[in-house]
């Protein structure tokens, strides 16, 4: 099984940064995708974006496209979100979650098979 | 607005069975990508549900169960007990390979 720590969330300003932060531990980390999710104040989840083991291939959200960084250090078992330029409405609890691969017949697919606690992000001046 | 529609609530009594709906459309699931569920316990992280459609992980009782047919899906739950009280969530793909949620579905155990 795998364990998932967020850290780094807080208050800041419109048009501020923050960096995100998730400890894994359990497994070894560079064998598998990395996501983040985030739920807005009493709103449904929203995935962000994704990152594979090797790092080498990353995906975001047209929604933080252009604004957010994912990355990850498997040296040091830690998945990032690096987030600029940052709204109002990126105010939410940020996930984040191991994935695993689930073999469809159109495709390979990932699915989100453990979650971190998540950390608040709050946005707001 | 969610890519996937769930109805926002359903109820049952103890003991019952209840279904909730995840519909997609053709760019989605009805292009076949498969659909996972997650329940969220109020106040808690997610946890992973049924994957690949109809599995269930190591842990998960048997009351609950997945299906898929179309551009929807589906996840039963029978011998409802108060603790399965929670928001549930469906996800799967888009063609552009996005992962895509459902809005999510209250149940309430009257």
């Known amino acids: 099984e795998v364990q998932l720590l967020e850290s780094g969330g807080g208050l800041v300003q419109p048009g501020g940064s923050l960096r995100l932060s998730c400890a894994a531990s359990?497994?070894?980390?560079?064998?598998?995708?990395m996501n983040w999710v985030r739920q807005a104040p009493g709103k449904g989840l929203e995935w962000v974006s994704a990152?594979?083991?090797?790092?080498?291939?990353?995906y975001y959200a047209d929604s933080v496209k252009g604004r957010f960084t994912i990355s990850r250090d498997n040296s040091k078992n830690t998945l990032s979100l690096q987030m600029n330029s940052l709204r109002a409405e990126d105010t939410a609890v940020y996930y984040c979650?191991?994935?695993?691969?689930?073999?469809?017949?159109?495709?390979?697919?990932?699915?989100?098979?453990?979650w971190g606690q998540g950390t608040l992000v709050t946005v707001s001046s | 607005q969610s890519v996937l529609t769930q109805p926002p609530s359903v109820s049952g009594a103890p003991g019952q069975r209840v279904t909730i709906s995840c519909t997609g459309r053709?760019?989605?699931?009805?292009?076949?990508?498969?659909v996972h569920w997650y329940q969220q316990l109020p106040g808690t992280a997610p946890k992973l549900l049924i994957y690949?459609?109809?599995n269930r992980p190591s842990g998960v009782p048997d009351r609950f169960s997945g299906s898929k047919s179309g551009t929807s899906a589906s996840l039963a739950i029978t011998g409802l007990q108060a603790e399965d009280e929670a928001d549930y969530y469906c996800?799967?793909?888009?063609?552009?390979?996005?992962?895509?949620f459902g809005g999510g579905t209250k149940l309430t155990v009257l």
């Open positions: 359990g497994s070894t980390f560079s064998s598998y995708a």
């Open positions: 996800q799967s793909y888009d063609n552009s390979l996005r992962r895509v």
């Open positions: 979650a191991k994935a695993s691969l689930w073999f469809g017949e159109l495709m390979a697919q990932y699915y989100f098979e453990y």
């Open positions: 053709s760019s989605n699931i009805g292009a076949g990508f498969d």
């Open positions: 990152i594979s083991g090797s790092g080498d291939n990353i």
């Open positions: 690949g459609n109809t």
